[in-house]
């Protein structure tokens, strides 16, 4: 058999076994932003062809409600899907709320409670603020990053690849940081860069009022955290702070009992399970890129990544995660 058949023959079977599987669909933002490395955001008009596209193909519903329903789902039935977004972006309250309300597609919101309601943008987006989109830097950086020199040369604005580089290296040194190095860290690279970090219009967060407003009978709400950090680099004592405590937030702001978790960056270790585990969650969301089988772990539920595609492309990626 030839390459181009096994090919068929494999995005076959993937269609097969996993269109019959529920899925979870992972959003950020839903916007058109000018930069955007980590492809965090939807153009709004792709992402309401990703929504009819998926109603189509599917049925959508609550996130809690996923793993209940497939039990009781006739094979006849339509596959089931759940949307997810991350983070908290005001966009998602302006741009991808309206879509969701017309479509009735219901949607859980997992909301990072630190930085509601406050004039700062997130950390990453103020990092690629300063490297990708400040044309004129200081030709070298210094940061004392946990005792240790760590020095960067920064190459010219028009030597984009070598800018990347330089802009994902700091990006790793930060994101592994405690919460008060890494805001002291940005305010350095603030002051070094000459760069207003306060939050841009494009790439604000909610405020509480917009969380208690898109917390209704088709959108709910569920916690992310507090500062949103890795958790595994962090003792148990902190972890179980940055859960429990983003999920008291949250109830604060909805007034609703909130059963839904989602690991910062997807990353998660036996401990932190078991933080949110003692957290009484009854689910929490990976990134692991795959459907939701039979014997999932109601708290390691894997959840497959959109980006910004056509209605066209969204099918063909939610017909066979291996394209």
Known sequence: ???????????????????????????????????DPWGLAVHPVRFEEQMACLKKLRRVVHLHELLDLERSRARSDKPLAAITFDDGYHDVYSNARPVLQRLDCPMTLFVTTGIIGTDREFWWDAVARVFLETAHLPENLTLNIAGHECRWAVPPFSEREARERVFREVWTQLRVRPHEDQTNLLAEIGKWSSCDLAARTMYRVMTAQEVRIISDDLITIGAHTLTHPTLPAHDAEIQFKEIVESRRACEELTGTTVRTFAYPFGDHSDATVQAVRAARFDFACTVDARAVGRNVEPLKLPRIYVGDWTGDEFQKRIEDPSL
């Not at 494999?10 to 979870?24: E, H, L, V, Y």
């Open 1 to 35: 058999m030839t390459v181009k058949p096994l090919r068929s023959l494999k995005r076959s079977i993937g269609r097969r076994i996993f269109g019959a599987d529920p899925i979870i669909l992972m959003y950020h933002r839903v916007a058109d932003i000018p930069v």
